[in-house]
Structures are given as structure tokens and as C-alpha cells.
Nanobody, 127 residues
Framework: QVKLVEHGGGSVQAGGSLRVSCSIA????????MAWFRQAPEKAREGIAA????????HYVDSVKGRFTISSDNAKNTIYLQMNNLQPNDTGMYYC????????????????????WGKGIPVTISS
């Protein structure tokens, strides 16, 4: 089974930056879509960014567009999320997820479509 492990969370002041990473272990060959999700206390988990491992295309939700950048290093089976200009409402648990999408299907951070999840890593932004 695929195992995902997040690294690099922490606590920063508003306006600061963090980079989190997700290492993929096991047999990830059929996981061609990777995504980042986050969950604030008492709120639903939301997808924020996704990257296709087959063509490198990316997708962001409006709330993080222009501030966050998702990237991948396929040789290392690792994806990253660079987060800039962080704000208090970015606070939450950040999760890495993976799935397989069929030919012609775009990679998007859709909760129900994800097959594998990391345990999450906390990100806290103070005012």
C-alpha cells in the first residue's frame, strides 16, 4: 500500500513562509495525481492544490492562488507546497493525498477521489 508522510510544518507569523513536503513510499506507480488538503478546526477538509505526475500540470483553489506553489520531484517521489504570505486563516492540518485518474481526466484536489492520505502536519499562523 502507498504510504505518504508529510514534513516541514511549523508556526510562523502572518506574512511569513513555509514549505512542506510529502514523501511517497510503497508502490506509487498508479498514483498519477497528488494533492494538498488542509483542515481548520471545526471545518471540513478542503483541497487547495493538485499536481499531475504525468504531465506536471497544476491546479489551485482561489484562496491560495498566487501565494502557494505545488511542485514535484518525480525521481524522489516527493511533492512540495511552498506557502508564501501566510495568513491566520491558513492555519490548520495540512494533508498530502494521492489518487489515480484515468486518461484525459484532469488532476484536481477532490476529497472523495483520493485513495491515500498522510497523517497530516500542523501549520499555525499567528497575527
Amino acid at each position: 500500500q502507498v504510504k505518504l508522510v508529510e514534513h516541514g510544518g511549523g508556526s510562523v507569523q502572518a506574512g511569513g513562509s513555509l514549505r512542506v513536503s510529502c514523501s511517497i513510499a510503497g508502490d506509487p506507480h498508479n498514483r498519477n495525481c497528488m494533492a494538498w488538503f488542509r483542515q481548520a478546526p471545526e471545518k471540513a477538509r478542503e483541497g487547495i492544490a493538485a499536481i499531475s505526475m504525468r504531465d506536471g500540470s497544476t491546479h489551485y483553489v482561489d484562496s491560495v492562488k498566487g501565494r502557494f506553489t505545488i511542485s514535484s520531484d518525480n525521481a524522489k517521489n516527493t511533492i512540495y507546497l511552498q506557502m508564501n504570505n501566510l495568513q491566520p486563516n491558513d492555519t490548520g492540518m495540512y494533508y498530502c493525498a494521492a489518487t489515480m485518474v484515468g486518461p484525459g481526466i484532469r488532476c484536481r484536489p477532490v476529497y472523495y477521489a483520493m485513495d491515500d492520505w498522510g497523517k497530516g502536519i500542523p501549520v499555525t499562523i499567528s497575527s
